[in-house]
């Protein structure tokens, strides 16, 4: 069964730093988001991304915070100077229509600690 | 504002037992999705179940079924002949445009 994956798995980093988070989408999808879930909070919703563009962001999504899709298979969520409380979980993931947004499949995370 | 309520904060039931999760939605759109995700230890989200709101009949997968109440904005989680593998937080969500938002979650224990 087709697969959203993310890499890394874990990644610590100082604060200040810049941090490049990977996700490969399933391949026939076009819709890519990122959602970030701080320690025991709720999934929050960062941005959602479909033709090359942001469809939408949320106001966690500031200036910051970059996406991107360089090639054909990866979407890149950047940080660019991290904060303290950037350290959370993040989610990516596809959906192969905006119509059925609800069939959006989730990768495993990447457990960003920002130190 | 358009949001997701879990009154349950933390819930526990012996193994084989029925358990019940509670959730209650608000939002000003018609049609919607509606789901619950499971996140185990490992934080991977998993989705259990999806409802269509223009569906009247309640989605079942399995051991796994949902009370949809739309007008009353209820999404209620039933976890029948439960399994310890079953212990996880889960989420309560539904769509809004093209994102999904979530509720805050139930710690769901299940006892040897």
């Known amino acids: 069964e087709p697969e959203v994956t993310q890499t890394p798995s874990h990644q610590v980093t100082q604060m200040g730093q810049e941090v490049i988070l990977r996700c490969v989408p399933i391949?026939?999808?076009?819709?890519f988001y990122w959602y970030r879930q701080i320690l025991g909070q709720k999934v929050e919703f960062l941005v959602s991304?479909?033709?090359?563009?942001?469809?939408?962001k949320s106001e966690i999504f500031d200036d910051q915070f970059s996406v991107e899709r360089p090639d054909g298979s990866n979407f890149t969520l950047k940080i660019r100077s991290t904060k303290l409380e950037d350290s959370a979980m993040y989610f990516c993931a596809s959906s192969d229509s905006a119509i059925a947004v609800e069939t959006q499949y989730f990768g495993p995370g990447t457990r960003l600690l920002v130190l | 504002a358009q949001t997701v309520t879990q009154s349950q904060p933390e819930m526990s039931v012996q193994e084989a037992e029925t358990v019940t999760l509670s959730c209650t939605y608000d939002?000003?759109?018609?049609?919607?999705?509606l789901f619950w995700y499971k996140q185990p230890p490992s934080r991977q989200m998993i989705l259990v179940i999806r409802q269509e709101a223009y569906k009247q009949q309640n989605a079942t997968e399995n051991r796994f079924s949902v009370n949809f109440q739309k007008a009353a904005k209820s999404f209620s989680l039933k976890i029948s002949d439960s399994q310890l593998g079953d212990t996880a937080m889960y989420f309560c969500?539904?769509?809004?445009?093209?994102?999904?938002?979530f509720g805050k979650g139930t710690r769901l224990h299940i006892l040897p």
């Open positions: 391949s026939n999808h076009l819709y």
């Open positions: 991304f479909y033709n090359n563009e942001i469809s939408e």
């Open positions: 969500a539904f769509t809004r445009d093209d994102k999904i938002i």
């Open positions: 939002t000003s759109e018609n049609n919607y999705y």
